[in-house]
C-alpha cells in the first residue's frame, strides 16, 4: 500500500511515467472491474446481489498532480453507473461511495498530520468514522438498499474539493 501511495500523491503531470499511470488505473480501475466480474455471475444465477464500489472525492474533483487517479476512480464511477443499468433488471445494484477525509488509527504520523490538516477544511469540522462509511454500506447492501441503484453517494462532511 505504501508504494501505491508513493504513486498516487502530488505527481506533476510531468512526471507521471507511463508505469505510473499503468499502475493507479490498474489497482483502481481495472482492479474494480475484475471483482465486479468475478462476483456478478454467482449474483445473476441468484437473482440478487448488491456491489459497492470506492471512488474517493478523486471521482468528482480534480486535483493538481492526481490525473491518473481522478481519471481512475471517474472510470470507476462509470463502470458503477453501467453496471447497474444492466445489472438492475436481475436484481443486483451496483453503487459508489466517493468518501471525504476519513480518520482511524494511523501509525504513520505524517498520514496522521495529514488527516488533521484535512479536518480543518471540513464544514463540519471533522473527518469521517469507519463506522459512518460502514452504516451506508449497511444500507446500499441490505435488502431496504434495493433501490439505490448506479448512484455515487458523497460521504464528506460537506467538503467541496
Not at 444492466?86 to 436484481?91: A, I, L, N, S
Not at 476519513?102 to 488533521?116: E, L, P, S, T
Not at 431496504?144 to 467538503?159: E, R, S, V, Y
Amino acid at each position: 500500500m505504501r508504494r501505491l501511495r508513493q504513486f498516487v500523491h502530488h505527481t506533476r503531470q510531468t512526471n507521471i511515467t507511463d508505469e505510473i499511470w499503468e499502475r493507479v488505473l490498474g489497482v483502481n480501475l481495472h482492479g474494480a472491474f475484475r471483482l465486479c466480474r468475478a462476483c456478478l455471475p454467482g449474483m445473476v444465477e441468484r437473482g440478487w446481489g448488491r456491489i459497492v464500489n470506492f471512488a474517493g472525492m478523486n471521482a468528482i474533483h480534480g486535483y493538481n498532480g492526481r490525473a491518473h487517479v481522478s481519471v481512475s476512480k471517474h472510470g470507476s464511477w462509470g463502470l458503477t453507473k453501467a453496471l447497474g443499468k444492466e445489472f438492475g433488471p436481475k436484481g443486483i445494484t451496483t453503487n459508489i461511495i466517493s468518501s471525504g477525509p476519513i480518520g482511524g488509527d494511523h501509525a504513520d504520523a505524517a498520514m496522521a498530520k495529514h488527516i488533521a490538516e484535512m479536518a480543518a477544511r471540513v464544514p463540519v469540522g471533522r473527518v469521517g468514522t469507519p463506522e459512518e462509511i460502514a452504516a451506508m454500506i449497511s444500507y446500499l447492501v441490505s435488502d431496504q438498499g434495493g433501490f439505490m441503484n448506479g448512484q455515487l453517494i458523497q460521504i464528506n462532511g460537506g467538503t467541496e474539493t
